[in-house]
C-alpha cells in the first residue's frame, strides 16, 4: 500500500480557487477547539496564577511552585548544557541576527507639499510574550526564531513562556532554559498551552511567589490547535504573530530531482506532527514513483515511523501530477505553502516566479531543515495558505508605523480646497471649518 497518496491534475484547467480546493489540506477546526480553550482563558483571566497552575496540573501533569523560573535555574541550565548544542545554538543565533540586522527601518521623510511633512515612524513594541512549545520535541530554535527578531528591533521588555516539564522539576526544558540564557532573556515563564496565552494577554497579580507578571502587547510564536485557538480569543487584548497550524512542506520537483532528496524532505516536516503536511508537485510520474519507492526505504529507518506513517498517509499529505512546471507553478502558489523547495532544473528562475510561499528554498543543498536551524532565516512562518496575505516572523513582526504630519501655514493654506470639498462631498462639514478656522478672523494663524 502506497505511503502517500496521488492527485493528478494533469490535462486539467483548474482556477485558483479550485486548486486551492484541490490541494491536500489538514483537518484543522480552530472554531471547535475554542470551544474548549475559552473557560481556560477566561478563567486566568479572572483568578491569574492560579487558574494557570490548575491548568498546567490538568493538561502537563505537573504544578511548578510557581510561575516564574528563577534566575539561578535559568543559569544553571546554561552552565550544564552540552558544549555541542551551545555551539549550534550560537551558530544559529548568530546568522539570525545577520539576516535581521538587515531588516532595521530607518524613519521615512516624504515632503508631501513645499512645508507638508509626512514622517513614517518605526518604533518597537514596548513588551512582547513569546511562547515557545514543549509538546513531542524540545524546540529551542524556536527561541531563537522569537527573541532575535524582537531584540534587534528594539523591544525593552521580553517574557518567553514554556511549559513545564515533569522531569525536570516543573521548569521549561533547561535546553530551552540554556537558550533563554545565551540570548539575556531572564523574565522566563513556566506555563503552556491556552492557560500560557492568556497569561501573556492578561497578565496576573501574584505568579505564586510574591510577584506580578504585567500584560504583554504582543504575544507571537507556535503551537498546537490550543495555542492558536487562545490567540484568536485574546487577539485584539493583546496583538499576535499570526494563527498558526501544522507545519506544511510543498516541493516543487521535474525529473531533474534526487528522489532521496526529495523523499528525505517529505519525511523531514512529517516527522514533527501527525497532521504535519507533506506536498510533492511534479511533472515527472518517474520522480513521483522513485520517490514513493524511497519512502518506503527511508521510512521504516526513522525513528518517528509511526508518526511519519500517519502524516504521510493523511490527507494533508499527497503528491500531485501536473501538466508541466507552470501548472506546477499555478498549484504551489494557490497552495502558498509554509516552506516551498524548488528542485529543478534552473531552479532560481523558477523561484522567482512564485508568489505564495512563508520561505522558499532553491536547488538540492537548500533543505527545510537548514532553514529551521542554522540558514539564518527565520523559521516561524505563516501556515495553512496564510502566505496569501501574509509573511513569517521578523523584525518587521515588532515593530509599528506611526505617521507624523507636520504642515506649515503655506502648506495648509495650499491644502484647503481638498479637503474643504472632500468634507463636503463626505457630509463632514465640521471637518473642513476645523481647516478653514485656521484662515478667517481672529481665529487666522500668525
Not at 539561578?72 to 551558530?91: G, K, S
Amino acid at each position: 500500500m502506497p505511503l502517500i497518496s496521488v492527485t493528478d491534475l494533469r490535462g486539467r484547467d483548474l482556477s485558483a480557487a479550485q486548486l486551492r480546493a484541490a490541494v491536500p489540506r489538514p483537518e484543522l477546526d480552530v472554531d471547535a477547539a475554542i470551544a474548549s480553550v475559552h473557560p481556560v482563558v477566561a478563567a486566568v483571566r479572572e483568578r491569574g496564577a492560579e487558574a494557570v497552575l490548575e491548568a498546567g496540573e490538568r493538561f502537563d501533569g505537573v504544578r511548578p511552585e510557581h510561575l516564574r523560573v528563577p534566575a539561578e535555574v535559568i543559569e544553571r541550565a546554561l552552565a550544564e548544557l552540552d558544549p555541542a548544542i551551545r555551539r549550534a545554538l550560537e551558530t544559529a543565533i548568530d546568522r539570525v541576527r545577520a539576516v535581521d540586522a538587515a531588516q532595521r527601518r530607518e524613519d521615512d521623510v516624504v515632503e508631501v507639499i513645499d512645508g507638508g511633512i509626512v514622517r513614517q515612524r518605526w518604533i518597537p513594541v514596548e513588551r512582547v510574550g513569546l511562547y515557545v512549545p514543549g509538546g513531542r520535541a524540545v524546540l529551542p530554535s524556536s527561541v531563537v526564531m522569537n527573541v532575535v527578531p524582537a531584540q534587534t528591533a528594539g523591544v525593552s521588555q521580553i517574557v518567553l513562556a514554556s511549559p513545564p516539564q515533569k522531569d525536570h522539576g516543573g521548569y521549561p526544558h533547561p535546553t530551552i532554559l540554556a537558550a533563554c540564557a545565551l540570548l539575556g532573556v531572564t523574565d522566563v515563564i513556566a506555563a503552556g498551552g491556552a492557560q500560557a496565552i492568556a497569561l501573556l494577554a492578561h497578565g496576573a497579580d501574584d505568579l505564586g511567589d510574591g510577584t506580578l507578571l504585567d500584560p504583554v502587547d504582543l504575544v507571537t510564536g507556535p503551537g498546537n490547535v490550543y495555542v492558536t485557538a487562545a490567540k484568536r480569543l485574546v487577539r485584539g487584548t493583546v496583538g499576535i504573530d499570526a494563527e498558526a497550524g501544522p507545519t506544511e512542506i510543498a516541493i516543487l520537483a521535474d525529473e531533474s530531482a534526487d528522489p532521496r532528496f526529495v523523499a528525505a524532505d517529505l519525511i523531514s516536516q512529517a516527522e514533527h506532527d501527525p497532521l504535519a503536511a507533506s506536498v510533492l508537485v511534479t511533472d515527472s510520474p518517474r520522480l513521483a514513483a522513485d520517490t514513493e519507492a524511497e519512502l518506503a526505504v527511508q521510512v521504516p529507518q526513522a525513528r518517528h515511523a509511526d508518526r511519519i506513517r500517519e502524516a504521510l498517509g493523511g490527507r494533508q499529505s499527497g503528491v500531485i501530477l501536473v501538466d508541466g512546471l507552470d501548472q506546477g507553478l499555478a498549484v504551489v502558489n494557490a497552495y502558498g505553502a509554509e516552506h516551498l523547495e524548488i528542485h529543478t532544473v534552473d531552479a532560481p528562475a523558477v523561484a522567482a516566479r512564485v508568489t505564495n510561499a512563508g520561505a522558499i528554498f532553491i536547488g538540492p543543498h537548500s533543505p527545510v531543515s537548514l532553514g529551521d536551524y542554522a540558514a539564518g532565516s527565520n523559521h516561524v512562518l505563516p501556515t495553512g495558505g496564510g502566505s496569501r496575505f501574509g509573511g513569517g516572523l521578523g523584525v518587521q513582526s515588532f515593530l509599528r508605523g506611526i505617521h507624523v504630519i507636520e504642515y506649515d501655514e503655506r502648506a495648509l493654506d495650499a491644502s484647503r480646497e481638498a479637503a474643504r470639498t472632500l468634507a463636503a462631498a463626505e457630509d463632514l462639514p465640521s471637518h473642513g471649518r476645523a481647516v478653514e478656522i485656521r484662515f478667517d478672523g481672529e481665529g487666522q494663524s500668525r
